[in-house]
Every structure is written in C-alpha cells, then in structure tokens.
C-alpha cells in the first residue's frame, strides 16, 4: 500500500517517523521507451502518431497484462513497477525469466510484424530492486522512490532501439529461479544476452554489472 508523505512542518518528528517505519519494497522496475516517436511528432500528425503509439502500447503492455504495474509516463517513456509480493502470487516457478521472455517476444514480434506501418520500436530497461518504497509525495497517486529506481532509468542511457539491457542482479534472479525449476539457463531469449557488462554511472558510487539482449 502507497505511503502518502506530506507534512507542513519542514521539522516535523511525525515525519521522520513516519519515513523510519517505511518498509522496503523489493520487486521489478521497467522502463519502456518508444522510438523515434518524437520525430513523428513533428513529421506527422496526430492520427499517424497516435494510432501506432496506441497499438505499439497495447502490444507491450496490454498484451502482457503488465498494465496493472503502471506507476507513471514520461511522454513516450513508460515505468513499471512489479513488487515481489505480486509476482509471487502467479503459479509458474519462472516469473523473472518468464517476464523476460514475454518482454522479448512482444519486441520481436514488433521489429518482425508484416505491417510495420502499424507498430513503433523500442527500448526497455529492467532492473531487480531492493532498495525501494511505495511512497508518493502527491496525494491520490501511487509512485516508487529510491535508488534501485534512479539505476534503473540510468541503465535506460545504455539502451538504443530493438534493446533490453538488464541488470546483472536481474539476471542473477533469472539464474537462481531456472536452476531450482531444472530449467537452462541458456535457452530462450536468454540464448541471445551478452557477457557481463560493466559500467559506471555518475554519482553511483559502485559500477554496475549488466547484460544486454538485442531483439533481432
């Protein structure tokens, strides 16, 4: 449940109360970006744009029935959050990999359906999240905050069209959950990611290991 945080009093006791008795919420943060649509923007008008963001939307969401994770949109960018506590509720043992996988297979049917006309690429991010809260700071609204969320837009600056980048702590929990099933951890879109990537981003005080899956 979402933590409304507003207090007038800038030294309030009650507030830091209230954040100290916060729990953690750990899960999966997602972001989406649509390609070129900005371009679009000015080149066409609104039934061109509107129509392919509508059907390029349905497509990843919709169809994954991720549209209940939801959290907010950026223009043409779109995060998710999917916590533990929800994803534990489905029957399949797979739940990271399976996300993954249907994740992939929305972006490969995007890049390779016979109408192109009707659909936009994109670019998505996914990261495991341990160091984050459902609070919000506007009242009626439900938002995630921490820094878990901030690396998960940041690992969005190694994204470019028709890519997943994923964490490697994402990754790990893909691993995990596959050898416990007796499942490979090598087939599926998995066969497509790379090696161990690493970067650092500014004002993370470690590097970050990732992995990137191009959708071809």
Not at 55 to 69: C, D, K, Q
Request: net charge negative; hydrophobic share 35%.
């Amino acid at each position: 449940m979402v933590n409304y945080i507003h207090f007038k009093d800038p030294n309030s006791d009650e507030m830091v109360r209230v954040l100290k008795g916060i729990p953690k919420c750990p899960g999966t943060c997602i972001f989406m970006d649509i390609n070129k649509s900005t371009d679009m923007k000015y080149s066409g008008g609104i039934v061109d744009w509107g129509r392919k963001l509508n059907n390029t939307f349905n497509f990843l969401l919709f169809a994954n029935h991720l549209e209940n994770f939801i959290v907010k949109g950026i223009g043409d960018e779109m995060m998710l959050f999917l916590p533990d506590s929800e994803l534990e509720k489905k029957s399949s043992g797979n739940v990271y990999y399976a996300l993954l996988e249907d994740i992939f297979s929305s972006m490969y049917t995007l890049q390779n359906h016979p109408d192109p006309e009707l659909f936009l690429e994109c670019k998505v991010a996914v990261h495991y999240c341990t160091e984050v809260y459902n609070i919000t700071f506007f009242e009626g609204a439900n938002d995630y905050y921490g820094s878990d969320i901030d690396l998960t837009a940041r690992l969005m600056t190694q994204c470019v069209e028709r890519r997943i980048v994923i964490s490697e702590r994402f990754f790990l929990k893909i691993k995990k959950e596959r050898i416990k099933e007796g499942g490979a951890a090598d087939n599926g879109c998995l066969s497509e990611i790379s090696p161990k990537l690493q970067v650092q981003f500014k004002g993370v005080p470690v590097k970050t290991d990732y992995r990137i899956i191009d959708v071809r």
